[in-house]
């Protein structure tokens, strides 16, 4: 393997795991040609994942009927958080769905059948995606809990959480209803350290809609890419989009070592790629921000070990985050794509929109955050 990344197209070849550094291998070729019928750029093979991916012009966005909430009533956190999210975001009762989950890190696929027939059978055709109220859960074995309900739960990938895992027909889209389109509901988790950095979080997302959409006679704001000196966590460097300024959407991009993260003002969008982001002193966000670093365990959120988590951009500020919650090693599919998860943001698309589209490998992916976030969105 080569510091840019892994070989793309076939899969029997050995890949970094970030957790050791050690080389790990797949053990088997995969052919990642897409399904019958599928569209060229659902495609993740090495022809659509390189910095000059083409980004689809979105269809409209997300809104806040378009979304179900799921509040786990054994857990207080979820009872409080959800109730929260809930008022902010005006809900309907019908968008609720409240069922009592055990209060761990991870269900077995059993426990997660129930949540899946649950979700099934309470929400409709018009629920085009879902926020749970909750830290955990946040994984179903090897899959994260967003990942499984999204697209299925996925048993074979435990065998070798390193192997290539099925491709998202989300990735890359312009699609603003998922459910009737594609027949999935991306999710989210509305996770944060303490109940009150939830509602923060939840606070974060209002404030930030349409806060950006018009972009003359403001400041710009600033999007991130950080170099570092970790060989396994850095690949996504090879997918920075150019710096300079995005015009349309008054975004300056520009990359710089990680130390500059918190002396960037007015920060919306931070890329890294390393076992702890240096979050302290915390960056100056604006309301909407997303952030996130390549690791192995960032979406494992109750035991990292020793690795910085998705939580701790949410302490941080940022309103959106990723992470992992298995070893993944480093292929570029498994993590969020920079200038997708930027480009489809500053169209209009909301925080979960952006992040689920920039994942063309998504089962381990924990997606946190305020999902309907859309600081870049026109009333």
Not at 68 to 78: E, K, M, R, T, W
Not at 263 to 281: D, E, H, K, Q
Not at 306 to 324: F, K, N
Request: hydrophobic share 45%.
């Amino acid at each position: 393997m080569t510091e840019s990344g892994t070989a793309f197209r076939k899969f029997g070849v050995c890949a970094l795991a970030l957790a050791g550094g050690l080389a790990a291998c797949t053990g088997v070729e995969l052919d990642l040609a897409p399904p019958a019928g599928a569209a060229a750029h659902r495609m993740p093979a090495r022809a659509q994942m390189d910095a000059g991916l083409a980004v689809p012009r979105i269809a409209g966005r997300l809104r806040a009927d378009d979304i179900g909430l799921v509040i786990n009533s054994a857990d207080p956190y979820s009872v409080q958080v959800g109730e929260h999210y809930a008022r902010a975001r005006a809900l309907a009762p019908a968008q609720v769905l409240r069922l009592a989950l055990p209060l761990r890190a991870t269900l077995t696929r059993q426990e997660f059948e129930h949540l899946r027939r649950a979700v099934a059978a309470h929400f409709g055709r018009d629920t085009q995606a879902l926020a749970l109220a909750w830290v955990a859960p946040h994984a179903v074995e090897c899959n994260s809990i967003t990942g499984a309900l999204t697209l299925g739960f996925d048993g074979n990938l435990c065998r070798n959480t390193c192997a290539a895992s099925r491709p998202s027909p989300y990735f890359n889209t312009a699609s603003a209803r998922p459910f009737s389109e594609l027949g999935l509901r991306p999710s989210m988790l509305l996770a944060a350290a303490s109940v009150e950095q939830a509602r923060a979080l939840i606070d974060r997302g209002v404030a930030s809609d349409a806060a950006l959409a018009a972009p003359a006679g403001r400041p710009p704001v600033h999007a991130l890419m950080l170099a570092t000196g970790d060989v396994a966590r850095r690949v996504r460097m090879a997918l920075y989009p150019a710096t300079g300024l995005l015009r349309e959407a008054n975004v300056a991009v520009g990359t710089a070592p990680e130390a500059a993260l918190a002396a960037t003002p007015r920060l919306l969008l931070a890329i890294t790629g390393s076992v702890r982001a240096p979050l302290t002193p915390p960056p100056q966000w604006v309301p909407g921000g997303l952030g996130d670093h390549l690791t192995s365990y960032g979406g494992s959120l109750a035991d990292a070990r020793g690795q910085g988590t998705a939580l701790d951009w949410i302490a941080s500020g940022a309103t959106a985050s990723h992470g992992t919650v298995s070893e993944p090693c480093n292929h570029l599919q498994k993590f969020p794509h920079p200038q997708v998860l930027l480009r489809q943001y500053v169209q209009g698309s909301t925080a979960i929109e952006a992040y689920w589209k920039s994942v063309a490998w998504p089962q381990q992916s924990l997606f946190v955050g305020e999902p309907l976030a859309a600081p870049f969105a026109r009333r």
